[in-house]
């Protein structure tokens, strides 16, 4: 070929490439628009939060799969958190366990917020109903919790390895404080290998679970389009992977989600991890899942204010038969474990998407 067949070649390549990337982006919208949908939805109010700020706030919490399972109220003297049943995810959560802590979860957002925007709240119920509050004005109190309100995310990444000091550990476990929970923070290198053996495990039997894959798909974002269509599920940037148009991106699943590759990944996750933090309840109900959930969202903002991350490996207490493995391992043989965290230092990843606040309200 002549150089000017080689410039029409290359023209023409740079052109497909052009068209081929307009193509894509099209198909899955842009990070930047995402970026800038994750800054109006975690936009810091100038003064004290009003009352739609604040159940803002509440539905940044952590909660499993993203499915946001709450119904909020706030008005007068009450406030109020109804499970929302039509999110359940009956495969991987089949008695509501992760529901109920999502709740916990959201409450103490709540009741955080709520401070900040002047407003007491006292908690004068929680069970399978939700969670009810008696509201009483106050003066308004910022902490360095409510500013991490907007900033917690799971992080979903290998930490640096860098190990916690003493009085970070201590502040965690104060944070994490509540009655009838129990939290373990495992730091030994011996005991974290022993963990990440039943996350494996747990991985494994999860992956070739096709109810579980089948459940897991159905809450897959796989561009921002979709994460910003839906308001709720798992981001595939959210989770360190490449955004891809849905059709392409359930191939990709389809063909590379591997327990081989997967555990791997895991694998180096827990090694690069320098504590986890393990939850117990003392009861194996409602109430206590949602007490679980409250002291959970302190220690994940706790960590956030000291510029740690931190994110869920809950395979072993996900698949039932590993329960009293994870128990027997922390000396905690009776009682049934809630959830493992992992906690480290390391990069931010994109956030996860949350659904408009009027979306999540109760009536
Ligand atoms: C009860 C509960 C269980 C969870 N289990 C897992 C888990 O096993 N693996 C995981 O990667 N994330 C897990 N998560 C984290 C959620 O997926 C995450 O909170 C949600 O996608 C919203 O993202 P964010 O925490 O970054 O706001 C869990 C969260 C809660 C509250």
């Given at each position: 070929?002549?150089r000017?067949?080689?410039?029409y070649?290359?023209g ?27 800054t ?19 539905g ?32 991987v ?111 494994g ?71 986890l ?33 931190h ?28 959830l ?12 996860s ?11």
């Amino acid at each position: 070929m002549n150089r000017r067949g080689v410039l029409y070649g290359l023209g023409g390549l740079a052109v497909a490439a052009g068209a081929g990337a307009f193509a894509w982006t099209s198909a899955t919208g842009s990070m930047a628009d995402y970026e800038a949908w994750q800054t109006r939805l975690r936009a810091v109010p100038a003064g004290p939060p009003s009352i739609p700020d604040i159940l803002r706030y509440a539905g940044m919490a952590a909660n499993g799969h993203n499915t946001q399972p709450w119904r909020f109220a706030l008005s007068g003297a009450e406030a109020g958190i109804a499970p929302d049943l039509s999110r359940r995810t009956p495969v991987v959560d089949p008695d509501d366990h992760h529901l109920y802590v999502s709740l916990g979860c959201a409450a103490e957002n709540l009741a955080i917020a709520a401070r900040a925007g002047g407003l007491r709240t006292e908690e004068t119920g929680a069970d399978e109903n939700g969670v009810r509050f008696a509201v009483t004005a106050t003066a308004p109190q910022s902490t360095p919790l409510y500013d991490a309100i907007p900033r917690r995310q799971s992080t979903r990444a290998p930490y640096d390895g860098r190990p916690l000091a003493a009085d970070t550990l201590k502040a965690l476990e104060a944070a994490a404080a509540e009655p009838g929970v129990r939290l373990i923070l495992v730091t030994e290198r011996a005991r974290i290998d022993a963990v990440r053996d039943l996350v494996l495990e747990g991985n494994g039997a999860q992956m070739t679970d096709p109810a579980f894959i089948a459940e897991l798909k159905a809450w897959l974002r796989f561009n921002p389009d979709a994460a910003m269509k839906t308001g709720d599920g798992l981001f595939a940037a959210a989770s360190g992977n490449p955004v891809m148009p849905g059709p392409v991106g359930r191939l990709a699943f389809d063909a590379f989600f591997k327990p081989g590759s997967e555990n791997a990944k895991y694998a180096a996750h827990m090694a690069s991890t320098p504590a986890l933090a393990v939850f117990f309840g003392e009861a194996a109900r409602p109430a206590n899942w949602i007490r679980v959930g409250r002291a959970c969202q302190r220690l994940a903002l706790t960590a956030t204010s000291l510029g740690l991350k931190h994110c869920f490996v809950n395979q072993p207490v996900e698949v039932a038969a590993l329960r009293p493995k994870l128990a027997a391992l922390l000396g905690e043989g009776d009682l049934r474990p809630d959830l493992v965290i992992r906690l480290g230092y390391g990069e931010a990843l994109p956030y996860s998407p949350r659904r408009p606040v009027e979306t999540t309200m109760a009536g």
